[in-house]
C-alpha cells in the first residue's frame, strides 16, 4: 500500500497523506509521487483544486521521517538526507508557487515538514483541533521547510517566539501568526471538501468559515517583543528571566532544556531570513543549515533521547549557550559550492506567483 493516495472528484484533486500510524510522517518517496502528481495536475485542464489532508484523526503531518534522518547521520555519510531535503524543499517552494489553487487541511497535528507541505500553500485551513509548531531545536535541528520564511514574516516577535521554544499553537495564533489564512470548525470539514469538487474554492471557502478562536500570544506580544528582541539567545533568556511573568519564566526554562547550538543557529537563521526575501533563497540558507546539522553531534543525539530511546534527557555537546561560539554558528552557514540547493526567485515566473492565482 501506498503512503500517499491521489484522486480527483469533480474539478478537484486530492493528496492523502497515508500514514496514519507514524501521524503521515513524510518519507522521500512520498515527496517525489507528491511533485509528480502536482505536475501532472498543473497541465490537467479538468484540475482547478488542489486538496492535501492526512490520513487518520490525529493530523495532517508530524513532520518528515526523522528515525532514518537519525540513522543516515549517525550510520551513514548524511547522503540519503541531503537528497531527501533536497527534493522536499524543492517541493515547498513548488507548492508556494503553483498556478493552481492550493488548499492545505491543516486539522490535527500539522509540524516540521508538514508545515511545509501545507502553510506556503494559498488556502491553509485550520480547525479547533489544529496544533502547529516547528519543534526543531527540541532534536538539536533548526527549523526548515521554509520554516525560518514564515516565522520571519509572523508580526513583531512572534516567530522568534515559536522558532526557538518550539511551542505548539490552536488555531487563533496560527492565524495571528500568518500561517494559516482560515477557520472551519472539524465537523464542516468532509462538506467542504465534498464542496470543491463542485464550485470555486472561494465560493466554498465562504460557505463553511466561521469567526476564529482568540489567538492566545495576542496577550503577551509586549514580553514576547521586547525579551526575543535580543540579539542573543542569552539575552533573550535575560530578558525573560527577569519581566516576572509566569509565561516569559516558563519560556525561559523551555530554552534551557534546548540544544544551544541549534537555539544559536536558529536566531541566526530567523534573523537573516528576514533579509534573504523571497522563499527560495531562504530555502538555500536552510538547506546549507540542515546539511551542517548532519555533522553536528546535537542533532543523533537529540532525535535519541526524544524518539529513539525516549529518555528526554539529551546530552547536549556544547552544553550551555556560553560555549557555543560565533564561528561554532558561522559554520552553519557556509556555502556548500557545487551542492547548493540552488533556489532561484526567477522560479515563480514560470509557475506563476500566489498573487495570480484565480481562487
Not at 62 to 70: L, M, P, T, V
Not at 117 to 127: C, K, P, Y
Not at 160 to 182: F, P, W
Not at 319 to 344: K, M, Q, S
Request: glycine residues 10%; aromatic residues 4%; proline residues 6%.
Amino acid at each position: 500500500m501506498s503512503d500517499v493516495l491521489f484522486h480527483t472528484a469533480g474539478r478537484a484533486a486530492h493528496i492523502t497523506l497515508d500514514r496514519p500510524r507514524a501521524l503521515n510522517a513524510l518519507t522521500h518517496d512520498m515527496v517525489l509521487r507528491i511533485d509528480e502528481a502536482l505536475t501532472a495536475w498543473e497541465h490537467d485542464p479538468s484540475v482547478e483544486t488542489v486538496v492535501i489532508t492526512g490520513a487518520g484523526d490525529r493530523g495532517l503531518c508530524a513532520g518528515g521521517d526523522i528515525r532514518a534522518i537519525h540513522d543516515d547521520a549517525r550510520d551513514g555519510d548524511g547522503t540519503a538526507s541531503a537528497a531527501f531535503w533536497r527534493d522536499e524543499y524543492r517541493l515547498d517552494a513548488r507548492i508556494a508557487r503553483y498556478p493552481k489553487p492550493y488548499v492545505a487541511v491543516m486539522d490535527g497535528i500539522v509540524m516540521g515538514g508538514g508545515v511545509g507541505v501545507s502553510a506556503h500553500g494559498r488556502v491553509r485551513i485550520v480547525t479547533e483541533r489544529s496544533r502547529i509548531a516547528m519543534p526543531e531545536t527540541g532534536i538539536g535541528f533548526v527549523p526548515d521547510v521554509g520554516g525560518t520564511y514564515l516565522l520571519a514574516l509572523a508580526p513583531g516577535e512572534l516567530g522568534t517566539h515559536l522558532g526557538l521554544t518550539g511551542a505548539g499553537i490552536g488555531a487563533g495564533d496560527a492565524l495571528l501568526c500568518g500561517l494559516a489564512d482560515h477557520y472551519v470548525p472539524s465537523s464542516a470539514l468532509p462538506g467542504l471538501v465534498d464542496d470543491l469538487a463542485e464550485a470555486p474554492v472561494r465560493d466554498v471557502i465562504a460557505r463553511h468559515v466561521q469567526p476564529p478562536p482568540d489567538a492566545a500570544l495576542a496577550a503577551h506580544r509586549d514580553w514576547i517583543d521586547a525579551c526575543y528582541a535580543a540579539d542573543d539567545v542569552e539575552e533573550i533568556v535575560h530578558r525573560l528571566l527577569a519581566r516576572g511573568e509566569p509565561a516569559a519564566q516558563e519560556a525561559a526554562e523551555t530554552l534551557l532544556t534546548k540544544s544551544p547550538t541549534a537555539l544559536k543557529v536558529t536566531l541566526a537563521a530567523l534573523r537573516r531570513a528576514r533579509r534573504l526575501g523571497p522563499l527560495e533563497r531562504v530555502l538555500d540558507q536552510e538547506y546549507r543549515v540542515s546539511r551542517a546539522a548532519l555533522t553536528a553531534p546535537d542533532l543523533v543525539e537529540g532525535i535519541r533521547a526524544q524518539v529513539i530511546d525516549k529518555d528526554r534527557a539529551p546530552r547536549w555537546s556544547p552544553e550551555t549557550l556560553a560555549e557555543v561560539t560565533e564561528a561554532d554558528v558561522e559554520r552553519f552557514f557556509l556555502p556548500l559550492g557545487g551542492h547548493e540547493l540552488g533556489l532561484e526567485p526567477g522560479l515563480a515566473e514560470t509557475t506563476g506567483t500566489a498573487a495570480e492565482v484565480v481562487w
